[in-house]
């Protein structure tokens, strides 16, 4: 199934750095979503975007949908050691059918 | 309880045994998703519920899947005839109504042997 596209799969920062990470989609998307998921939990919703061009913080962390609505990135500021993880995008298409479409992740490594 | 549950955590089979998956949802959320995913891989969409009628079983991978939710809560996906390419993490969301917050389980790791 289509899956977004989310590189590099892994990230390596040092504690205190910014990161940002980018998810692009071959289709349009009504909701943009970032989860992060750690070892033996489900993915957790970090921050949601409904609107094209639309930016939303959450603490440390920012994100944007794209214009275009076929993207949208996570920027995390000063990251710390419980930062590490992995982030998933997700799009979803309001209306008739809610599922997600995930991206494949990324794996947040922080050294500190 | 106050998230989603799963049940088993952990199932082993062996191939061609049928097994049946479990998902208990949040107390009062209308939708119902089931997800499947594979080691280095996002979710991927499987089936999903509007209290019970099942609105979309466009993701099931073929007519081994099968999933219910007959009263509207608690829900099953079950797998007949398992075969070791259905080994996977499966996870089960839920949400208050079809545009709310999806809240994901822990999942159940399947293992076909």
């Known amino acids: 199934g289509q899956q977004l596209n989310q590189s590099p799969q892994s990230m390596f920062i040092q504690e205190g750095e910014d990161v940002s990470m980018n998810c692009t989609s071959s289709s349009i998307f009504n909701t943009w979503l970032w989860y992060k998921q750690e070892p033996g939990e489900g993915p957790v919703l970090l921050i949601a975007l409904y609107k094209a061009g639309e930016l939303t913080s959450n603490g440390r962390l920012t994100a944007q949908f794209g214009i275009t609505r076929k993207d949208s990135f996570l920027n995390i500021s000063a990251s710390i050691p419980s930062d590490v993880g992995i982030y998933f995008c997700a799009g979803q298409l309001t209306g008739a059918n809610s599922k997600l479409t995930f991206g494949k992740g990324i794996t947040l490594s922080v050294r500190p | 309880g106050a998230g989603v549950s799963q049940s088993p955590r952990y199932k082993v089979t062996k191939r061609g045994q049928d097994v049946a998956l479990r998902c208990d949802p949040i107390s009062g959320h209308v939708s119902l998703y089931w997800y499947r995913q594979a080691l280095g891989q996002g979710p991927e969409f499987l089936t999903y519920f509007n209290y019970e009628a099942q609105q979309d079983k466009s993701g099931l991978p073929n007519d081994r899947f099968s999933a219910e939710r007959p009263e509207g809560s608690i829900s099953t996906l079950t797998i007949q005839r398992t075969e070791q390419r259905d080994s996977a993490m499966y996870r089960c969301?839920?949400?208050?109504?079809?545009?709310?917050?999806?809240?994901f389980g822990p999942g159940t790791r399947l293992l076909v042997l």
């Open positions: 969301a839920s949400s208050f109504n079809q545009r709310g917050t999806q809240y």
